[in-house]
């Protein structure tokens, strides 16, 4: 069972508009959140994470907003550019342990 | 450099044959992660090391995977008899965190990745 999900597989978005990354989670235990980015033959790097205590990080171009009611947290992007062409993971982390658990991750292409 | 290194970057062994990957982590991390990546899947938990102990290693797939980390700093997968299926790229990251002995710092618990081995069983 999938307890990290992103639904979409791909996104595809025009330059300088928004990019909105959705990611959905089962376990009522994560409360630590991350979203990585990740460009070809490379490892994951981090981008912003959010406690489970906030409901919004911002950082630059990168907001995410954590929904826990929902058990969703979303990554918005914008302006978007060329450069953001990846595919982005969300990934979570349980109280109690320090492993992430990644969802499947969903693909980003910026058209400039 | 700074960051997470991995070698070799890519692996291709003849089913059966043992395999080792290396992970240099930031110097003075404490926390190293091991991490398995099937092609077109988010990357799945391995082990876990504290220092030199392995507190985790509930995601190790067989006993044909052993992971050490002797002296706290590098660590090495290795794999014995590979198989097809473990074919995958593996990834290491390492992180500042210490577990217990106090507040969790949240900012500390962020895991900086290598860029991965690449391994190809034939």
């Known amino acids: 069972d999938q307890q990290v999900k992103q639904n979409s597989p791909s996104l595809s978005v025009q330059e300088g508009r928004i990019s909105i990354l959705n990611c959905d989670y089962t376990?009522?235990?994560?409360?630590?959140f991350l979203w990585y980015k990740k460009y070809p033959a490379e490892g994951p790097t981090f981008l912003i994470s959010?406690?489970?205590?906030?409901d919004k990080n911002e950082d630059g171009r990168f907001t995410v907003f954590l929904n826990k009611s929902a058990k969703h947290l979303s990554l918005h992007i914008v302006p978007s550019q060329p450069g953001d062409s990846a595919v982005y993971f969300c990934a979570a982390v349980g109280a109690a342990g320090n492993k992430l658990t990644f969802g499947g991750g969903t693909r980003v292409l910026v058209k400039p | 450099g700074a960051g997470v290194s991995q070698s070799p970057r890519y692996k291709v062994a003849k089913r059966g044959q043992d395999v080792a990957l290396r992970c240099d982590p930031i110097s003075g991390h404490v926390s190293l992660f091991w991490y398995q990546q099937a092609l077109g899947q988010g990357p799945e938990f391995l082990t876990y090391f504290q220092n030199e102990a392995q507190l985790d290693k509930s995601g190790l797939p067989s006993d044909r995977f052993f992971a050490e980390r002797p002296e706290g700093s590098v660590s090495t997968l290795k794999i014995q008899r590979t198989q097809q299926e473990d074919s995958a790229v593996y990834l290491c990251?390492?992180?500042?965190?210490?577990?217990?002995?106090?507040?969790?710092?949240?900012?500390?618990?962020?895991?900086?990745f290598g860029p991965g081995t690449r391994l190809l069983v034939l």
């Open positions: 959010i406690s489970s205590i906030k």
């Open positions: 990251a390492s992180s500042l965190a210490v577990r217990g002995g106090g507040p969790r710092i949240r900012g500390q618990e962020t895991q900086y």
């Open positions: 376990n009522s235990m994560f409360d630590y």
